[in-house]
């Protein structure tokens, strides 16, 4: 379990500090791998219509941290992966700029190409990093997709109803 965690490289940035994806590229580079892997999730500049200003991140980093270091063992059950780094932002993030990034490395790039999907899917579904759009005219808490269909397929024991109520709310 040690030497596996030691193939992990997982940070979760304080506000303003932009991921540097050579960083974690060159941390999951080795000569004994033939494929690398990325994600980069960059801030868009328009949703449905609405012209978007940024994206903010708030998180609860402790959990965030173990979250994603059991997505990391996950992986490594499912796919042979030599080396994984995830990097993700909190606090504001222009258009353009990274908000998060993900790289794997493997020995062939179908284990590497993979692992990459599932992280950032899980990622996004799981982990307790909460994102807000700004809009020019107003602002928005979003639900990720990921974590939606999964919250579908939750039901509370004994009630019959799924759980987690919708928590996005429109603020004009």
Known sequence: M???????LIE??????PIDITKYIN?????HCGAISTFAGTT???FEGKTVLELRYEAYVPMAIRCIKSICTSA????NVSSIAVAHRLGPVPVGEISVFIATSSVHREDSLDACKFMIDEVKASVPIWKKEVYSHGEVWKENSEFLERRDELVVPGHGRKCCGKKVMVIE
């Open 12 to 17: 979760i940035l304080e506000e303003n500090i």
């Open 2 to 8: 040690a030497e596996e965690e030691e193939k992990n």
């Open 76 to 79: 490594r059950s499912s796919w």
């Open 44 to 46: 868009r500049d328009t």
């Open 27 to 31: 941390y999951v580079q080795s000569p």
